[in-house]
């Protein structure tokens, strides 16, 4: 195919080039991430030393405390977990490991991009608007979220009206994205590859897609509904005028759930990429896990209401939502066994990537086994809302993205720059981060089970809550994450230095087999010329009576 | 589980066994899990000159050490919905049939609890309603309908074992009862607003005598804390203050909550929402208790203050304590 040479813009700015797209995603990703973590920093210092002048911000007031929990959990869900593992890592990977030139919908894809950056600005802008940014909460419950139905006040409510326009515009991109997922992945793959043939983080990014496809239609439905409540007086959510607030909980969970494991497939996928390469075996159960994930796809459309155990549904509605919710660990649980039995007698290299997602795994055992406390309805009862999920759920999601999202950051950087990162600044940053990770959560488990409340600015007036055990936790999970924050310094040099200054990657430095290692580092810009034949699965490592311990997809012999 | 608060309720027993429970099974799932991954990890470490075998995990006789183990896991899934369906039908779904009613009421920022009155019943003029004080005679059935007048909030008592949200336009019946006399809090564990942090009430278990007696005279004999400056504690004003609820939204200290500080209010001059503006005076300030919505204050949310029922009495000693606050 001819190129001309495209000028500045067209490459770096509005390029259709599904690495470039890859990238600003990612980069923006990364950039929403320092704003998620300040937030945290800013609260969690409140909650060490309430009312007291925090450095690097000032004092904090309740209306803001609300405010900076709505917009870190905001931020870190929708603007870093979903752009950097489903948008920037399936962008880059997707059109390379199935042997495709692009996605299938180039200029959808730019689209879908700049639709992204503009729902970040709009959300940024919430900051600094009259009002405000938005306070209700990241679930934003009605009649809470919609001003409790006392009269519409359009300066007051523009916080919210943008994070709800904010969302529904990064939705909008996400559909864009997913459906490119899914056309590129059905219909462009290399001559020879057949599903069972495709990398799983493919076919993790695909059931992700379709999971998120199949359950953000009613969340639009429920945001829209708010938004017309808050802005020209709908009453959708409002009893006294016959609408009914639970509605939203329940449109918003069949999305909220769901999207657990859109975050998590991906990071799955590319952990098991890690994990086969790292430690050169074939990956134990590929068709096990397949089959699982999608068990568990279709589980989760329907485990939405345990977050709404004690919210005032019907009590005869618990018992079905708590079995199908402790099911959901059964495919789970086969795919990490899996994955540790793919380390069983394996031939391990400790390199950064896989001491993350080795450490994503030690770690992950804990959120999964607190996932089953939490399943059960009448422990709900009294953990709900409390810092018990809050442990939980950091519990999972850390691993899942940060350590996930790291440890592929460290093993695909080589293929985009062409430079390997620096693997002692890589180590630094994996035990610094991996162990004071505990430190933030274990003491909030603790508390949690103590019965301390979520959302709260201020511990002053509870002394059931001020005990010198629960001051002294809320102490603990605050320096720790001030010195996990210190211990991203290093990955900050490590990739700047790296850029510059790191060894040359060549095409294939962790000798793997899918097709992206195939091409130079970083890649041309139509991927593969002429289109790569496809001869067998991409786990074919230490293959009996070969000379080499990896076999890649497209050699022949 | 010395972790948990004292439990104090009679269905508290078969949460705090199933926490146990489920405690037992995952301590024992994690301890193996981590094990096994950490020994794995350190014994298959790269050694030079040794390669890994060609497994694939095809088939039964390879699947079965995972299958196995998931086996086993779904057994303990199912013995764990087994005992959460009961702990669940014990507090959710087995109300008893006789008991003392109490209506509950959440709105921002305080529990408000209306007791039947002299003709033993809910919602006549006659019944006895204490803001953020729930006093209950121990051993005794609780039967209460909880109720939202604003946003969600979630009635939640570490000790009792016990939560659940108040929802605008619903009314959920559920009950407790306490087995232990004594004083714990109460709080709403749902978002509700700027105010969220200070919702708080007092639970207070006692025998059935000193109930009687104490719904009976119409006092607080405990309860809310009575957050006066030095010197003013023995003030029935500022008392009021407290068991009514305002000092969650209104201030003592200057310092600005949902409303205006207390602070120096008397001879204040202020800005109201419709532009005018007036010196804080006591008629004012009875007007202001009475109808919250006429003449508010500007910069201040609308229609958030309740009208409360005080007496005249009351609203009396409240204003001649307001005037105090210099």
């Known amino acids: 195919m001819e190129h001309s040479k495209p000028i500045f813009f067209r490459k770096y700015v509005f390029s259709t080039d599904h690495k470039v797209i890859g990238m600003q995603y990612m980069l923006t990703g990364l950039c929403m991430v320092v704003v998620g973590v300040f937030l945290s920093y800013v609260f969690r210092m409140q909650l060490a030393y309430p009312g007291s002048d925090l450095p690097l911000f000032g004092k904090l007031s309740p209306q803001q405390y609300n405010e900076f929990v709505t917009l870190h959990g905001t931020i870190m869900i929708f603007w870093v977990a979903m752009p950097i593992l489903l948008a920037a890592f399936g962008n880059l990977l997707i059109p390379l490991m199935v042997g495709a030139k692009d996605m299938a919908f180039p200029a959808l894809n730019m689209i879908s991009y700049w639709t992204f950056l503009v729902s970040t600005v709009a959300l940024l802008a919430s900051f600094f608007v009259p009002g405000g940014a938005f306070d209700g909460g990241w679930t934003a419950y009605p009649p809470l979220s919609a001003g409790g139905y006392r009269g519409i006040s359009f300066w007051n409510g523009l916080g919210g009206d943008l994070w709800i326009l904010a969302v529904a515009l990064e939705f909008a991109a996400f559909l864009m994205g997913g459906v490119n997922f899914l056309v590129t992945v059905g219909n462009m793959r290399a001559p020879g590859l057949k599903w069972f043939d495709l990398p799983l983080v493919i076919w993790m990014f695909v059931i992700a897609t379709l999971d998120f496809l199949f359950s953000v239609g009613p969340l639009i439905a429920g945001a829209i509904m708010l938004l017309l409540d808050r802005t020209i007086g709908t009453n959708f959510y409002n009893p006294a005028k016959g609408g009914d607030p639970v509605l939203f909980q329940h449109l918003f969970w069949f999305f909220g759930h769901p999207e657990v494991y859109v975050l998590f497939l991906p990071s799955l996928g590319l952990a098991a990429e890690i994990l086969t390469a790292s430690s050169r075996k074939p990956l134990f159960g590929y068709r096990a896990i397949v089959y699982a994930t999608m068990t568990a796809g279709a589980l989760s459309l329907v485990v939405w209401a345990h977050h709404q155990f004690i919210a005032g549904i019907d009590p005869r509605m618990a018992s079905f939502f708590s079995v199908t919710t402790i099911l959901i660990s059964i495919p789970f649980a086969v795919t990490v066994f899996c994955y540790i039995a793919t380390l069983w007698r394996g031939n391990i290299r400790f390199s950064t990537p896989m001491l993350f997602v080795l450490g994503f795994l030690a770690e992950f055992l804990i959120g999964g086994v607190t996932g089953i406390y939490l399943g059960s309805s009448a422990f709900d009862i009294y953990a709900h809302d409390t810092y018990f999920v809050v442990a939980h759920f950091h519990y999972t999601l850390i691993p899942v993205v940060v350590f996930c999202g790291t440890a592929a950051i460290y093993f695909w950087f080589p293929k985009f720059t062409g430079r390997m990162l620096n693997e002692t600044l890589g180590k630094i940053h994996f035990f610094g981060t991996v162990l004071f990770f505990n430190g933030i959560f274990i003491p909030l488990f603790i508390n949690g089970i103590g019965g301390e409340h979520r959302r709260i600015a201020d511990y002053s007036a509870w002394p059931e809550f001020m005990t010198e055990a629960m001051k002294h936790n809320r102490i603990v999970a605050t320096t720790s994450l001030i010195v996990v924050m210190l211990f991203q310094i290093p990955f900050i040099i490590n990739i700047f230095l790296s850029l510059f200054r790191g060894k040359p990657a060549g095409p294939n430095p962790w000798k793997s087999n899918t097709l992206e290692w195939t091409v130079a580092s970083p890649p041309p810009h139509p991927n593969f010329s002429p289109v790569p034949m496809v001869y067998r699965g991409p786990y074919e490592y230490s293959v009996p009576g070969r000379k080499e311990d990896f076999w890649p997809q497209n050699e022949k012999e | ?326």
């Open chain 2, 1 to 326: 589980m010395y972790l948990l608060p004292e439990n104090i309720s009679s269905f508290g027993g078969e949460i705090d066994s199933l926490i146990g429970f489920i405690s037992a099974i995952a301590a024992v799932v994690l301890f193996l899990a981590e094990t096994a991954l950490l020994g794995i990890v350190i014994f298959f470490r790269r050694k030079p000159g040794r390669s890994a075998p060609y497994i694939k995990g095809m088939g039964w006789r390879q699947m079965r050490w995972v299958l196995l183990p998931v086996a086993a896991v779904v057994v303990l899934d199912l013995l764990i919905d087994l005992k959460t369906h009961k702990a669940w039908n014990a507090v959710m779904q087995s109300l008893p049939s006789k008991g003392m009613r109490v209506r509950i009421t959440g709105s921002q920022y305080r529990w408000s609890f209306a007791y039947p009155g002299a003709d033993g019943l809910l919602g006549t003029a006659d019944d006895i309603v204490r803001v953020n004080d729930f006093a209950v005679p121990v051993d005794s059935n609780v039967i209460f309908d909880l109720a939202a007048a604003d946003m969600i909030h979630s009635f939640w008592v570490p000790s009792l074992r016990f939560k659940q949200d108040a929802v605008p336009g619903r009314i959920i019946t559920r009950w407790f009862k306490a087995i232990k006399t004594g004083t714990y809090g109460i709080a709403c564990a749902e978002l509700c607003g700027v105010g969220h942090s200070d919702m708080k009430a007092t639970l207070r278990v006692e025998s059935r005598e000193d109930f009687l007696r104490d719904l009976q005279s119409g006092v607080n004999s405990g309860g809310a804390e009575v957050r006066a400056p030095a010197g003013g504690a023995e003030n029935r004003g500022a008392e009021l203050l407290n068991q009514k609820g305002c000092t969650a939204c209104h201030t003592l200290d200057g310092s600005k909550l949902v409303g205006p500080s207390y602070k120096g209010i008397f001879g204040r001059k202020t800005k109201l929402a419709d532009g005018r503006e007036i010196v804080v005076d006591a008629a004012y300030l009875r007007r202001s208790i009475r109808e919250p919505e006429v003449d508010q204050v500007a910069g201040f949310p609308a229609g958030l203050m309740p009208k409360l029922p005080l007496s005249d009495e009351e609203i009396h000693e409240v204003v001649e304590y307001l005037e105090t606050l210099r």
